[in-house]
């Protein structure tokens, strides 16, 4: 079965602290993966996609890499602030899946000030 | 160039009455999903359009439900007889051949 966990579920940093967001995936034969910011009652912003044949991409204090073979992705955030407080999910597209996307439960980030 | 739009983006409905969901794509795409965020759950693929086809309805309940996306206007996901286990934030995303998807804000349906 085709699944995307992120663990844990809750995390809570201190204003000004890199971290790292963890999603993994069963399958490695993926098309690309997603990483989307989703704020309280809101929809879905895309922060960064992978494609397959990439290791990672950055975007301002955002990093995101890509492990196929260990089935894994990584979501660096540097110098945290109270702005990046929201849940974070993964998405995957599977290889023959019709693009369709695989989504985590998603980690809610609070920073505190 | 506008986002992926959805309305209404708040829907009330009582049990048995029909909700109808519209969606927008962003200008040039012609690739359409369905999402359901259910409380407390993760988004669920529901179906995935092109203009005038059905590509990958998999993730659609095999009844009450169905979606369209017609040659002129939105896409629209159309939930008959609703019930409240249908409560849940139904979203659409588009993307072009690239698989980008990009996502509209919502529609939170609430069953009375």
């Known amino acids: 079965k085709q699944e995307v966990t992120q663990i844990p579920a809750a995390l809570s940093v201190p204003e000004g602290e890199n971290l790292v967001l963890n999603c993994s995936f069963t399958?490695?034969?993926?098309?690309?993966l997603q990483w989307f910011r989703q704020d309280p009652g809101k929809g879905l912003t895309s922060l960064l996609l992978i494609q397959s044949s990439q290791r990672e991409q950055t975007s301002g204090r955002l990093n995101a890499s890509l492990d196929k073979s260990s089935g894994r992705s990584t979501l660096y955030i540097a110098a945290s602030q109270p702005g990046d407080s929201a849940t974070y999910l993964c998405a995957v597209t599977y290889s023959g899946a019709n693009s369709k996307l695989t989504f985590g439960k998603g980690i809610t980030l609070s920073v505190r000030p | 160039n506008a986002g992926v739009m959805q309305n209404p983006r708040h829907l009330v409905r009582r049990r048995g009455q029909e909700a109808r969901l519209r969606c927008s794509p962003m200008?040039?795409?012609?690739?359409v999903y369905w999402y359901r965020q259910l409380p407390e759950e993760g988004l669920k693929f529901m179906v995935y359009l092109q203009k005038e086809n059905i590509i990958d309805e998999s993730g659609m309940p095999k009844e009450r439900f169905s979606a369209e996306f017609p040659k002129e206007g939105p896409s629209i996901l159309r939930i008959q007889q609703v019930v409240r286990g249908d409560s849940a934030a139904y979203f659409c995303?588009?993307?072009?051949?690239?698989?980008?998807?990009?996502f509209g804000p919502g529609t939170r349906l609430t069953v009375t």
């Open positions: 200008k040039g795409h012609s690739h």
């Open positions: 995303a588009s993307s072009t051949e690239s698989y980008e998807q990009y």
């Open positions: 399958d490695s034969a993926i098309y690309n």
